[in-house]
């Protein structure tokens, strides 16, 4: 069923999609800029120690000094910032498609960035209590706790935070615009869900209760998106 929000003509839901089509049509130039981004941020970033964004005071004086891996976690910054670079490049080639109008979606993506900054705020201030709770769960396990763990958790929170703040607004902002139509099929809706649960599983520890912590608000921002569609 097509969505009033964008012309008849546009996007029904059916048959190749926008996103489909621009992905094929420039797989290269994604892959290229996603390339790219992730080397130059990796590179920048292995010469930082990032370890020092954890607030110490909350780590267990218990915890081993084991090793760090810092150029895994200056590769973790880079991918997720080449993922950015590159999603951000998506979208300036969906307005070259027919059906794609990008100028009825302005205001919910200027929201969405907002949205997206009031949650990485949000995610910065209850670190410290979050990353606390969470260890009295995760200490139990198999995989244990170092410093690494945390600095995971300092690191990524915030930004699952904020992507879960700005979905149900780029979900608008990709209906008005035509991108996705109102009524979202059970195949787009498991194409978020699995983008969200690589995610939670690349950058949180091998511990079920960070994988849980990062991918949590991700499904609930998710679900009041489509919310937010199917049911105003």
């Known amino acids: 069923m097509p969505s009033e929000l964008y012309p008849a003509d546009g996007f029904d839901g059916t048959g190749d999609g926008p996103v489909g089509a621009t992905v094929r049509r420039n797989l290269r130039t994604l892959l290229g800029v996603f390339l790219l981004v992730s080397a130059v941020v990796t590179a920048a970033a292995s010469g930082i120690n990032l370890t020092d964004v954890v607030s110490w005071s909350v780590v267990p004086p218990r915890l081993s000094p084991t090793p760090l891996t810092d150029f895994r976690l200056a590769l973790e910054v880079g991918t997720l910032s080449g993922v950015f670079a590159a999603g951000l490049t998506l979208v300036g080639l969906l307005g070259r498609d027919a059906r794609v109008s990008l100028s009825r979606s302005r ?6 960035a907002f949205a997206f900054t009031v949650g990485v ?3 910065v201030i209850l670190l410290p209590a979050v990353a606390e709770a969470v260890s009295r769960i995760a200490a139990t396990s198999a995989a244990g706790l170092d410093v690494y763990w945390y600095t995971e958790v300092w690191l990524f929170f915030p930004v699952a935070l904020g992507v879960a703040a700005a979905t149900p607004f780029l ?4 209906v008005r615009a035509g991108v996705v139509g109102r009524f979202t099929s059970t195949r787009e809706r498991g194409y978020a869900a699995l983008a969200f649960v690589v995610f939670a599983a690349c950058y949180s520890p091998a511990d079920s209760a960070t994988f849980v912590l990062l991918a949590a608000p991700l499904f609930v921002g998710l679900a009041a998106g489509i919310a937010w569609l199917e049911f105003r």
Not at 107 to 112: I, K, P, S, T, W
Not at 171 to 174: D, K, R, S
Request: proline letters at 0%; zero cysteines; glycine letters at 8%.
């Open 171 to 174: 979900l608008v902002a990709a």
């Open 107 to 112: 205001r919910h993506a200027v929201v969405a």
């Open 121 to 123: 705020a949000a995610g």
